[in-house]
């Protein structure tokens, strides 16, 4: 029985020498069909449309047909909802061009994770690991699947509402197609998501084309008083702002897979750009058709604005709606988790996870069990939380490591001033504006939401012990010793391989 190797051939042992050759001398292999042809490793497939297609498809999820609301209800009037709505956006841009040049200087997948590395060392890029891997991607990918589940089924269900049971099922089998197409062809899971962007975009469109249409007409009555001083709340701007900084989040999805990406000096930046502007435009555009249709009172008493709005312009037609924005959602979690199974991937190269979550389909070039690995978190978190409290619980964490990561392009820019910067933002201003405003985001978690704010801080804190369980201490524990290994050799599939000789690979751990 042969052992496959990287390129696919035989140990040659104990084979029959051939052509009258010499018992000693080691015979020519026979090629194994299904041996992978080259160096196995995840290809570059994704060129400047898949980047925009995965950044818009990732930020143009549910947060467009849920945060209207509250960034209306604390900000308190019409005109300085959509002030937000742009600083919002003015923000985030900032953030995603501090991004872009930590993405063109560190041209590693990983995101997050690998900038807190750099930067700041293993330590604290475990303690984001930890708390990614427990609690950020399964309560991320559980609240849009949620919203997934509630959309596809409305047509459905009305004019009665979606049982809980129904919603929670049908996200399980969102959930399950999402993870089945991720594993199956990198090359498809693009091409989807490249559809379901312009799914989105088509959804958007269907509403700003009408509102737009009636606010030429002259349907102005919403626009008067815009910005009248006594129904303004100084006090809930922030939680405005934290509403429409969740809305915009997924502008620095495409720095997680930076390794398959096609030259990344220029498809990083030009991406980013290109994406923001138009997400922007165009979210500003739908508020404006939300509020050219609907009044603040019937805004804020909506279940779902996008589908009153609907109702109030298209008549039967409003029934696509829903479909749309669950299109749009399920378009978020392909590209989610496309993201997050490169972290994973990524943080087992670095040693911070098992051998197995590094190992890629021989065939299909798809990290396949960092892929998996988020499915059975993800369908427990559906059956123990709710929407609501699985999006503060996320924002807090999410917030605090962009932050710290953002932060780190800072502190690179004195420690290793000679590093290459194909992109560089201009001014240490931006990211130190974008820096705060996560930062004070946190605080903000810490006043509204002190429990689950609370539980956030306590999940982030045992990555401390965590790490010097699992990754420092030399002598572990036997059972542990034991387990570690029996994990690996059980999950090792022959249809993937170990990328030893990577470029970026490297053990950070001393054992």
Known sequence: MTRRSVNGEGTGVNNIPPNGEHPGDTPVPKKDPDAPHGKVELKKKVTLLRGISIIIGTIIGAGIFISPKGILKNSGSVGMSLVVWIACGVLSLFGA???????????????????????????????????????IRPAGLAVISLAFGQYILEPIFMPCGVPEIAIKLATSIGITSVMYLNSMSTSWTNRIQILLTFCKLLAIVIIIVPGLYMLFKGETKNFENAFEVSNIKLTGLPLAFYSGMYAYAGWFYLNFVTEEVENPEKTVPLAICISMAIVTSCYVLTNVAYYTVMSAEELLASQSVAVTFAEKTMGNFSVAVPVFVALSCFGTMNGCLFAFSRIFYVASREGHLPEVLSMIHVRRHTPLAAVIILYPMTVLQLFVGDIYSLLNFMSFLRWLFIGVAVLGLIYMRYTRPDMPRPFKVSSSFIPAIFSFTCFFMVFLSLYSDPVNTGIGFAISLTGIPAYYIFIVFDRRPKWLQKGLDSFNRSTRSPHQIRIHDHPHHRRTRSG
């Open 97 to 135: 061009l501090s991004y872009a040049e930590l993405g063109t200087s560190i041209k590693k997948s990983g995101g997050h994770y690998t900038y807190i590395l750099e930067a700041f060392g293993p330590q604290m890029a475990f303690i984001r690991l930890w708390a990614d891997v427990i609690a």
